[in-house]
T-cell receptor, first 112, second 113 residues
Framework: DQQVKQNSPSLSVQEGRISILNCDYTNSMFDYFLWYKKYPAEGPTFLISISSIKDKNEDGRFTVFLNKSAKHLSLHIVPSQPGDSAVYFC???????????FGKGTRLSVIA | SAVISQKPSRDICQRGTSLTIQCQVDSQVTMMFWYRQQPGQSLTLIATANQGSEATYESGFVIDKFPISRPNLTFSTLTVSNMSPEDSSIYLCSTLSPTDTQYFGPGTRLTVL
């Protein structure tokens, strides 16, 4: 049973437009959510996070939105750049030093 | 953030053999994790390795198949034993920062023939 779901395996966006990557979770005990970006032949790198006490966190071109009632979060990238092309993983964890649970990832392609 | 290195970066192995993957961190960390990413799948946690105690394995993973060592606070190894083609995967080492952010090594791409 997948606790973290990314239902879109891939997404294509024009350069300069907004990219929206979605993620749903089922475990109501999750209270910390992260997005990771992964390039081929590299490990995932941390991008942005949000705790359950917030509904929005912004860092430059990246904004993560959390809707706890819907158990849904999304990552917005504005404006999208070709260098953003990568696989994006949504991850979640409960309180304390618990390891992350990951979604399957969404491959974003930003077309110049 | 911690800098994590893994060796080897990739390997091609024969069925029935074993491979040990090394993970080195540039700072002392309490918790280290080993993940697997099979083709088309999410990153799946294999086990948590704490220094000075036995590794804790997730459901579906056992010590005989994936023995782990954690001799000190900067180093860990994962062995994939008696390999079969189903073990072909990317294996990733990860650590937890004091701010509860996980950082990953570059991964080891394993192909079992």
């Amino acid at each position: 049973d997948q606790q973290v779901k990314q239902n879109s395996p891939s997404l294509s966006v024009q350069e300069g437009r907004i990219s929206i990557l979605n993620c749903d979770y089922t475990n109501s005990m999750f209270d910390y959510f992260l997005w990771y970006k992964k390039y081929p032949a590299e490990g995932p790198t941390f991008l942005i996070s949000i705790s359950s006490i917030k509904d929005k966190n912004e860092d430059g071109r990246f904004t993560v939105f959390l809707n706890k009632s819907a158990k849904h979060l999304s990552l917005h990238i504005v404006p999208s750049q070709p260098g953003d092309s990568a696989v994006y993983f949504c991850a979640a964890s409960g309180s304390g030093n618990t390891p992350l649970v990951f979604g399957k990832g969404t491959r974003l392609s930003v077309i110049a | 953030s911690a800098v994590i290195s893994q060796k080897p970066s990739r390997d091609i192995c024969q069925r029935g053999t074993s491979l040990t993957i090394q993970c080195q961190v540039d700072s002392q960390v309490t918790m280290m994790f080993w993940y697997r990413q099979q083709p088309g799948q999410s990153l799946t946690l294999i086990a948590t390795a704490n220094q000075g105690s036995e590794a804790t394995y997730e459901s579906g993973f056992v010590i005989d198949k994936f023995p782990i060592s954690r001799p000190n606070l900067t180093f860990s190894t994962l062995t994939v034993s008696n390999m079969s083609p189903e073990d072909s995967s990317i294996y990733l080492c990860s650590t937890l920062s004091p701010t509860d952010t996980q950082y990953f090594g570059p991964g080891t791409r394993l192909t079992v023939l």
